[in-house]
């Protein structure tokens, strides 16, 4: 039985601080250390696996495609591959360099477990939101969905990210609660439980792409990093930067709070690539005490 103090800090739209005490979070960040091979590339970091992200360099000039679709491409040959939170399906890496090389690899993501936790008997009221914020549900996503697409030059984090904030890890990627038999969106974030008011500083270079007070995640930044590559910082209690602004690795973005749909101060930092969920855990590596 894990200690109380595992539970998960991020909630939907329940007020159940009692539920989540019923149900610790079990989930754990896998730990992979194999490096992939990409025919026509050197990969610099990373593996094939559920969250993960593969950082790799393959000659200037090249065009890099994922089951068909291309990806970016830095002037120096730097590319990405992330593999969504579910990733059950072979994916094809095409690389066709600009002498008209091809080369070609299938990598089959490795399979994570995650925590579900079925919860049943729930009013029908504590499991959807009223209509009058589904209406702002819906344009605090699209407001978020166009953030992402911002794009930024590459930034520093090829030299791996940093911990935006220390603390203890309250919630995990990939958790998902089942509510009355209905699955909702899996948690796609790494909770990091620290005082109201901690400085919660850049992981690594990039773009300030939105920071707007949001029903579910209250105050929250988006960052680009560059290559398609974002980071969210959600629950703030209070923000330090605006859109648009260009900020270095341990810039101040905020302090950490708990606004927005969150029962106690914490951080919830997410990474996405390409539509693609990453486990910011996993990238960021084990949290220097
Ligand atoms: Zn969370």
Redesign the pocket.
């Known amino acids: 039985m894990k200690p109380r103090s595992f539970t998960h ?2 909630l939907l739209f329940l007020a159940f601080a009692s539920i989540s005490v019923l149900l610790p979070m079990t989930g754990s960040a896998a730990q992979q250390t194999q490096t992939a091979v990409i025919n026509g590339a050197d990969v610099i970091t990373g593996s094939a696996i559920e969250g993960g992200l593969i950082i790799a360099r393959t000659t200037p000039g090249s065009r890099v495609e994922i089951d068909g679709t291309a990806v970016p491409v830095s002037g120096t040959g730097l590319f990405l591959v992330g593999f969504h939170h579910q990733s059950d399906t072979p994916q094809t890496i095409r690389i066709t360099s600009g002498d008209g090389g091809r080369h070609s690899t299938v990598v089959t993501p490795v399979q994570r477990d995650y925590d579900i936790q079925r919860i049943d008997g729930l009013e029908p009221k504590m499991v959807t939101p009223p209509e009058d914020v589904i209406k702002r549900i819906k344009s605090d996503s699209k407001a978020v969905r166009e953030a992402r697409t911002r794009i930024a030059p590459l930034g520093d984090f090829v030299d791996g990210f940093d911990w935006p904030v220390r603390g203890r890890i309250s ?1 995990v990627f990939g958790s998902q609660r089942i509510l009355n038999g209905k699955p909702r969106a899996p ?1 796609y ?1 790494i ?1 990091i439980a620290a005082p109201k008011g901690t400085a919660v500083l850049a992981p690594a270079s990039g773009r300030v792409t939105l920071v707007m007070d949001l029903y579910y995640s209250g105050w929250t930044i988006l960052m680009a990093h560059g290559l398609g590559l974002n980071s969210s910082f ?1 629950h703030l209690d209070q923000v330090a930067v605006s859109t648009g602004e260009t900020v270095q690795r341990g810039t101040l973005l905020g302090w950490v709070g708990s606004s927005g749909r969150s029962t106690g101060p914490h951080l ?1 930092w997410r990474l996405d690539w390409q539509g693609r969920r990453l486990d910011a855990a996993l990238i960021a590596g084990p949290m220097p005490q």
């Open positions: 800090l991020c919630g948690h974030g909770d959600l919830d």
